[in-house]
């Protein structure tokens, strides 16, 4: 049997399963390079992916480049203020129309200079005559579903992708309070990690690790003993995390907060590529998609909670990010390399609070991969 079969058995076999029974995924999961293309097409390029926040793109003309699952997208904001989701890819011969993120009045092509305005439609073709092959008037770059929720921008690739809305809105009331909408991006970066998609997805969504191997940095603040798992619904997973000491008053957040929250972190993901970390004021996201079986390619962020935050302020909190994700950096690539040996073995999970959202990972995993092998 074809390795893609036989893990997509192993997944119909845990499909259900309590968290009690749970144990780490087999070593394939992580290294099988045909099986990373099968997520790539089944998940990444049919789900709804988040591709950054909005306000990178706050004013009309603002975008940004975006490659999903391999193909290239134009995130753009039109005159109207709506945020749309185009193919970055000239309708004459096919070069990607913008790299980066920028500001335009017109997308033109670098190459010949067609050029479409900010709703995709082509608007000149220099030295080109409508003829019975091509109608200009109907050229235009193919849009893309997109929307944007909680100040995230969530694209999908799919002709006919869920109501992501509907199913986020018991995740939304858990984080109503907080007003991530309104949070303010000020830290932004893309990097590429050599690990699996997966590890680094289970490892920002676990609080296992939190003290252990976050010894020096984020035990001081949340630590693993303080955090509780929350059941996950059909397009999202989390936990939540305590604070070690009260958070003070001058940057506690949105002033719908209650005190429990104020005091709470809620960790959470849209799989397979958003995980999410929410404090009352600032927050950090990871914006992952596989770039082949040992490679992770990563947008992530900060984000916080009013104007006012003074620049050394808002300096401590990268810092402290950069920090924290350096040690989670450096032990996925040894993991990375131990899921790849025939000695590895899968171990049980930790309980529920620690590791139930690795469970909440793989039946996602069983619900979308996990159907009976797919005849030739
Ligand atoms: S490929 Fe874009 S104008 Fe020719
Ligand atoms: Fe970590």
Redesign the pocket.
């Known amino acids: 049997m074809a390795p893609v079969d036989n893990l997509r058995q192993y997944l119909h076999s845990i499909r259900g399963l309590d968290h009690g029974s749970s144990r780490a995924l087999p070593g394939a999961f992580y290294t099988n390079p045909q099986w990373t293309e099968t997520e790539s097409a089944e998940l990444f390029a049919r789900d709804w992916i988040c591709c950054g926040r909005a306000d990178e793109i706050p004013e009309p003309g603002d975008y940004f480049a975006f490659d999903l699952a391999g193909e290239p997208l134009v995130v753009l904001r039109d005159d109207d203020g709506i945020a749309r989701a185009m193919a970055n890819v000239c309708r004459h011969r096919g070069t990607t129309l913008v790299q980066g993120a920028g500001k335009v009045k017109r997308l033109v092509c670098p190459y010949h200079h067609w050029s479409y305005d900010r709703l995709g439609k082509l608007v000149a073709a220099p030295g080109i005559e409508p003829s019975a092959i091509f109608d200009p008037a109907k050229c235009r770059l193919p849009e893309r579903a997109l929307i944007e929720w909680m100040g995230f921008l969530f694209v999908s690739l799919s002709d006919d992708p869920p109501d992501l809305t509907s199913l986020l809105s018991p995740l939304a009331d858990r984080l109503r309070n907080y007003h991530l909408e309104t949070m303010r991006l000020r830290y932004l970066a893309t990097e590429t990690w050599d690990t699996n998609w997966k590890c680094l997805f289970e490892?920002?969504m676990e609080g296992y690790?939190?003290s252990p191997?976050?010894r020096r940095t984020?035990h001081k603040v949340n630590p693993t003993r303080l955090c509780r798992h929350f059941p996950a619904g059909e397009a999202y997973l989390g936990y939540t995390v305590g604070f070690t000491t009260r958070v003070d008053d001058d940057q506690a957040g949105h002033p719908d907060l209650s005190e429990e929250e104020r005091n709470t972190c809620v960790m959470f993901a849209v799989p397979p590529g958003l995980v999410v970390g929410v404090g009352s004021d600032y927050s950090s996201f990871v914006a992952l998609q596989p770039d082949g079986p040992g490679r992770v390619k990563a947008k992530m962020g900060l984000y916080f909670q009013g104007d006012d935050w003074p620049d050394e302020a808002v300096e401590e909190a990268i810092s402290l990010f950069q920090e924290?994700?350096a040690?989670?950096k450096a032990v996925l690539l040894r993991l990375q390399q131990g899921v790849g040996s025939r000695a590895y073995e899968p171990g049980p999970l930790a309980p529920a609070d620690l590791e139930g959202t690795c469970h909440d990972l793989h039946q996602y995993l069983a619900r979308r991969l996990g159907g009976d092998p797919v005849e030739a």
């Open positions: 490892n920002f690790h939190l191997l976050h984020l924290t994700m040690e989670d």
